[in-house]
Nanobody
Framework: QVHLVESGGGLVQAGGSLRLSCAAS??????MGWFRQAPGKEREFVAG????????YYRESVKGRFTISRDNAEKTVYLQLNVLDPEDTALYYC?????????????????????WGQGTQVTVSS
C-alpha cells in the first residue's frame, strides 16, 4: 500500500505563489503527478514527473508558471505554483503510480494512477 499526504495549500492573491508538498509512505512508487478539481468540473491533470525525476510534463495552461519536482530520498513530490490566477482555484491532489514502465515514463491520465492523497485546497482571489 501507498499513503500520500498533501500540504501547502491556502488562500493567495492573484499573481502570488504557493508550494505544495506530497509525502509518500509505504511501497515504492514510480511516476507521480498532481491533479486538480474545481467545483462542478472533472479532475484534470496538472503536472507529472518520472521516477528518475528527469522527465516532466505539464498541462498547457500551467506551463512556465508551475514546476513539479521530487526528492526520492525524502519520498516527496513538490509543485511550485507561481503567477497564480483565479482559474487555478481548485482542490489539488497528489497521485502515485506503482506500475513500472521505465525510469523516464510520466503518467498523465487519471486512470494511470493507483494511489491518491486527500487533496489540498488552493484558492486564488482576484
Amino acid at each position: 500500500q501507498v499513503h500520500l499526504v498533501e500540504s501547502g495549500g491556502g488562500l493567495v492573491q492573484a499573481g502570488g505563489s504557493l508550494r505544495l508538498s506530497c509525502a509518500a509512505s509505504g511501497r515504492t512508487v514510480y511516476s507521480m503527478g498532481w491533479f486538480r478539481q474545481a467545483p462542478g468540473k472533472e479532475r484534470e491533470f496538472v503536472a507529472g514527473i518520472s521516477a528518475s525525476g528527469t522527465n516532466t510534463y505539464y498541462r498547457e495552461s500551467v506551463k512556465g508558471r508551475f514546476t513539479i519536482s521530487r526528492d526520492n530520498a525524502e519520498k516527496t513530490v513538490y509543485l511550485q505554483l507561481n503567477v497564480l490566477d483565479p482559474e487555478d482555484t481548485a482542490l489539488y491532489y497528489c497521485a502515485a503510480d506503482r506500475t513500472y514502465y521505465s525510469r523516464t515514463f510520466v503518467a498523465v491520465g487519471v486512470r494511470d494512477y493507483e494511489y491518491w492523497g486527500q487533496g489540498t485546497q488552493v484558492t486564488v482571489s482576484s
